[in-house]
């Protein structure tokens, strides 16, 4: 399928806008992020999907409104279009800070990607402890205790200045809430599991999300 951006045509890749290049990484990183998910270790443990289910719709709610769209037709073509602009061109940033958020989104995901092969096989897609689960804290998870989160967030973000619609606005907003509820969550289940002395410890040490951030006291 064909992205569809402010302007569609036969010289939309020729002249392509940044609302419609920032789609790329997104796939390039969702395609890659499914295809690594076989590599990780047994899972041991988990919460349970009861403790799960608030995060995950808030969550899938933010991709839906920042990246959601619908299939048509158009010249005997499938192309994927993006909902209409409800605030009109006026609202788009200047092309060259457009570019930059379409430069910062793919370091949203390089920095995610630094986290996940960091992690290696102790990496789950979703809340649990795998075959030999230990504090990591070291590489980009001595920035933050959540980086792939943050690169993720990052990217939504830089996503929803180059869209620069509401609902892309929206969709980051519920993301960041999404992967923060998601991350407390997850530092409960961790602290439990893998013990409060290492894991306390590391939260004093490293902020959450945020680089530089506020720690836990």
């Given at each position: 399928?064909?992205?569809?951006?402010?302007?569609?045509?036969?010289?939309?890749?020729?002249?392509?806008?940044?609302?419609?290049?920032?789609?790329?990484?997104?796939?390039?990183?969702?395609?890659?992020?499914?295809?690594?998910?076989?590599?990780?270790?047994r899972?041991v443990?988990?919460?349970?999907?009861?403790?799960e289910?608030?995060?995950?719709?808030?969550?899938?709610?933010?991709?839906?409104?920042?990246?959601?769209?619908?299939?048509?037709?158009?010249?005997?073509?499938?192309?994927?279009?993006?909902?209409?602009?409800?605030?009109?061109?006026?609202?788009?940033?200047p092309?060259?800070?457009?570019?930059?958020m379409?430069?910062?989104?793919?370091?949203?995901?390089?920095?995610?990607?630094?986290?996940?092969?960091?992690?290696?096989?102790?990496?789950?897609?979703?809340?649990?402890?795998?075959?030999?689960?230990?504090?990591v804290?070291t590489?980009?998870?001595?920035?933050?205790?959540?980086?792939?989160?943050?690169?993720?967030?990052?990217?939504?973000?830089?996503?929803?200045?180059a869209?620069?619609?509401?609902?892309?606005?929206?969709?980051?907003?519920?993301?960041?809430?999404?992967?923060?509820?998601?991350?407390?969550?997850?530092?409960?289940?961790?602290?439990?599991?893998?013990?409060?002395?290492?894991?306390?410890?590391?939260?004093?040490?490293?902020?959450?999300?945020?680089?530089?951030?506020?720690?836990?006291?």
């Amino acid at each position: 399928p064909i992205l569809e951006g402010r302007l569609m045509g036969p010289d939309m890749w020729h002249g392509m806008w940044p609302d419609t290049a920032i789609y790329i990484p997104w796939w390039i990183w969702a395609i890659t992020w499914i295809i690594a998910s076989l590599w990780a270790n047994r899972t041991v443990n988990r919460p349970g999907i009861g403790r799960e289910w608030i995060y995950r719709i808030i969550a899938l709610a933010g991709f839906f409104f920042l990246l959601g769209g619908f299939l048509k037709t158009q010249d005997n073509h499938l192309v994927w279009s993006r909902w209409p602009g409800v605030m009109g061109d006026a609202a788009y940033p200047p092309i060259p800070v457009g570019w930059a958020m379409v430069a910062v989104t793919f370091l949203g995901f390089a920095f995610a990607w630094w986290a996940r092969i960091h992690l290696g096989r102790l990496w789950s897609g979703s809340i649990t402890r795998k075959e030999g689960h230990h504090v990591v804290d070291t590489g980009p998870y001595a920035i933050v205790r959540h980086p792939i989160y943050t690169g993720i967030l990052l990217s939504a973000v830089a996503s929803a200045i180059a869209i620069a619609q509401v609902h892309a606005y929206l969709g980051a907003l519920l993301l960041i809430i999404g992967y923060w509820l998601k991350a407390r969550l997850e530092e409960n289940w961790l602290r439990e599991e893998l013990g409060p002395q290492d894991y306390d410890a590391y939260r004093r040490r490293v902020p959450m999300l945020v680089p530089f951030g506020p720690k836990a006291a």
